[in-house]
């Protein structure tokens, strides 16, 4: 059993930790394997997927993406749009897309047991900073 | 909304931070004196050129997110990827712990780390203490 008691207390008492993962499916709307209660996801474009937090938080803190795949391949998930990252969203939700890139180039991801994208955000629950 | 109230509130209520980080080795395992977290593993191996098995000492339900990222003594065009994911198996003993692999690619490529002191490749998991997702 984890020995972490308070994990999140070194970087604020408000902070809450929103991830999740979904499996790409090609073309078609990915599978959201964890995270289902939090955020909605959506493919947008080639290799583009949005990601909807609900409720809305004061303050988006902090991001991470990684990629998860069956074979090694030239393939990194990054963030490359949404709110800035500490920026006050007043209320609105928080939208973020995550891309799959090859070389540059935005590419989607083929469906398979281990194709596996997680993300995640780490927001604050009020504007007031520790 | 999130129901809520321990910081990892946003994805459930049993969530377990799991994070933990290696020296890789050359061509060798990584020496388990280089590991940090050691009681969240139980090994930390070199599988193949650049790649390594992660077997973590607890059986969790669920891997909800997850995230690697290497530090180097000098820049170099390399990148983590994690690679096969073997969920714990939990219900009629024993149960067994998940396990994963991890890669680290130069474009698309394996490849083995050298060792040096500033050599690091840190993950995190966030995993579900229960099957019941909030």
């Not at chain 1, 474009?45 to 937090?53: A, K, L, R, S, W």
């Not at chain 1, 939700?93 to 994208?117: F, M, R």
């Not at chain 2, 990892?8 to 388990?32: K, T, Y």
Request: one cysteine or more; a neutral charge; proline letters at 7%.
């Amino acid at each position: 059993m984890s020995k972490i008691l308070d994990p999140m207390a070194a970087a604020g008492r408000d902070l809450v930790v929103i991830c999740g993962s979904f499996a790409p499916q090609g073309t078609n709307p990915p599978t959201v394997l964890a995270g289902k209660a939090e955020a909605v996801i959506a493919r947008a474009n080639v290799g583009q997927f949005t990601v909807t937090i609900d409720p809305p938080y004061p303050e988006c803190v902090s991001t991470w993406a990684s990629v998860q795949l069956a074979a090694p391949t030239n393939i990194v998930i990054e963030w490359v749009s949404g709110p800035t990252v500490g920026s006050v969203l007043a209320g609105s939700k928080w939208t973020g897309t995550l891309v799959a890139t090859t070389a540059g180039a935005a590419a989607d991801i083929a469906a398979d047991p281990q194709n596996v994208i997680s993300w995640g955000v780490i927001m604050r629950r009020t504007s007031f900073e520790r | 909304m999130s129901k809520i109230l321990s910081p990892l509130l946003g994805a459930g209520n049993d969530l377990v931070l799991v994070c933990l980080s290696f020296l890789p080795n050359g061509a060798s395992n990584p020496v388990s004196t280089g590991f940090t977290a050691v009681n969240e593993i139980s090994s930390i191996t070199r599988t193949g050129v650049g790649a390594y098995l992660i077997k973590f000492a607890e059986a969790y339900p669920q891997l909800v997110s997850k995230w690697a990222d290497i530090s180097l003594n000098a820049v170099a065009d390399l990148k983590c990827q994690f690679g096969a994911y073997t969920p714990a198996t939990i219900g009629t003993p024993p149960t067994s712990p998940a396990q994963i692999v991890l890669n680290v690619l130069a474009v698309a490529t394996p490849t083995d780390v050298a060792s040096n002191a500033n050599n690091r490749i840190s993950c995190g998991f966030i995993f579900r203490r229960t099957t019941v997702e909030t």
